[in-house]
């Protein structure tokens, strides 16, 4: 072969790469544009149904234990179990650690179960809601910290990711769109005292309404014995926000150790499909946490500089 055949060759080479490198930037770029506008519009939907629920527990008739004793309305057990629930969390646990199991149904896909180590402080008089969230599953997320502690940093969360990721930290509002990527709720949600004061709201909510069964039974949950609480809403409504709740709570310590919830099937008869679920296990309560606990450049952590 000539010389000038193999540089026109070459040339040929060459521009058939660069060809092919802009294609993939291209198409890349488009999907990376749009898998972008359906978070944003996933979250934009979360944020809207937030409003509306805030809005209609806002004009909710607040009802006493006394008026629930008289079991008027199916949710009454539920509200007394969780008031009593809330007022033990509140009034005798300062802190706790345990290990969260996490899956949750992100638009059309239900991801893999996300495992994480927990440190949270309960939100009381003298101290703000403080969570600490170390994930170790699945290999992702590995190595993944995020510390949010209430009004303090602007409220907002500090992060880092985990292994070769793990160069510089993320500082963004707990709500915002970064912080919320992958998530159905901020992490200002976590923790079993806000899993209860949300249970009693949405329990307040559902009372103003028909068509709702309760089922109370003692299972085994998170490898401890529980109560178990089951709603159903029969019919899709636009006022009900899930098709089946269950809370499991530990009938020892009195407090939730699991939620979970199913949307409707779109096909009657059909299984429901999970929207989420949370699981606490290895819980230790009252362990003395400290504010060194949530405090990104604590020696115990492994925030970049």
Known sequence: MSRAKKISLLVLV???????????????????A??????????????????KLDQQIQNVKQISDVELTKNEHPMDPVLLL????????????????????????IGDILTEKNTSRAKIRNELKNQPLS?????TQPAGVRGREVIWVDGENENKITAHEGGLLNLFRVVQPHDGFIAMMGSRYSIAETGI??????????????????????????????GVACRRIRVVHPFERE????????VDIDLQRNIPVRF?????????????PLTEEYIYTDIKLNVGLIDDDFNPDSEQYSYPD
């Not at 060459?14 to 990376?32: C, P, T």
Request: negative net charge; hydrophobic residues 45%.
């Open 239 to 246: 006022h009900f926000i899930f098709h089946i709740v269950e």
């Open 82 to 105: 969780a008031r009593k629930s809330l007022n033990h969390i509140s009034e005798t646990i300062t802190d706790y650690t345990a290990t969260l199991t996490r899956q949750e149904r």
């Open 260 to 272: 979970a919830s199913w949307m409707w099937p779109e096909i009657d008869g059909a299984v429901p």
């Open 14 to 32: 060459v521009v058939v790469v660069v060809v092919v490198v802009v294609v993939v930037v291209v198409i890349s770029g488009g999907w990376i």
């Open 193 to 222: 005292q806000r899993l209860m004061a949300t249970l009693i709201q949405h329990a307040l909510h559902d009372r103003e309404y028909g068509e709702c069964e309760v089922q109370l039974s003692e299972v085994q949950s998170a």
């Open 131 to 135: 969570v600490y969230i170390h994930f």
């Open 34 to 51: 749009n898998n972008f506008d359906i978070e944003r519009n996933r979250q934009a939907q979360l944020i809207e149904n937030k409003r």
